[in-house]
């Protein structure tokens, strides 16, 4: 599998297709849950995936400071493509998506919105939860931040 990390504007079509396809495939369809897939943060954000046989098997969308939260970057639309989640993917992806923010952003907090049943991957990266739990497009999430 290749690594990627691209600007919007420097996604081909296929990679953004591909990148949209199983973001819906697994966000709205898998999950059953209706909400704007297309909400005008991707052209401002960094995509990070990875790549195989014209596949996104991995993907997170890595967003600059004030795009979601204030005084913080932003890790947000993490997906693992259902045919590859037993290859711990996942894992790998987020720790190259802090290391990039890191670097982007030297000294900023990474601030996340996690579905809740993920609390335990999260805090192994080094999140911590700093709210209740709370309902985003009807899953059980909790904001969570990642300080250096």
């Not at 052209?43 to 046989?53: A, E, K, P, V």
């Not at 890790?75 to 990039?100: D, F, Q």
């Not at 030297?106 to 049943?117: D, F, H, V």
Request: charged share 25%.
């Amino acid at each position: 599998m290749e690594w990627r990390s691209k600007s919007f504007s420097a996604l081909s079509a296929l990679e953004l297709y591909k990148i949209l396809q199983v973001r819906i495939d697994v966000f709205m369809l898998e999950q059953d849950c209706l909400y704007p897939e297309c909400d005008d943060k991707d052209q401002r954000s960094t995509h990070l995936f990875g790549w195989q046989d014209d596949t996104c098997v991995a993907y997170a969308r890595l967003l600059p400071p004030e795009v979601s939260y204030p005084g913080c970057s932003s890790i947000g639309r993490v997906v693992v493509h259902p045919n590859y989640r037993s290859h711990k993917y996942g894992k790998e992806l987020m720790e190259r998506a802090i290391a990039i923010q890191k670097q982007q952003f030297p000294g900023m907090p990474i601030r996340i919105s996690a579905q809740e049943y993920l609390h335990k991957f999260y805090t192994d990266l080094g999140f911590i939860v700093e709210s209740e739990v709370y309902l985003e497009d009807n899953i059980p999430h909790q904001e969570m931040a990642l300080y250096f």
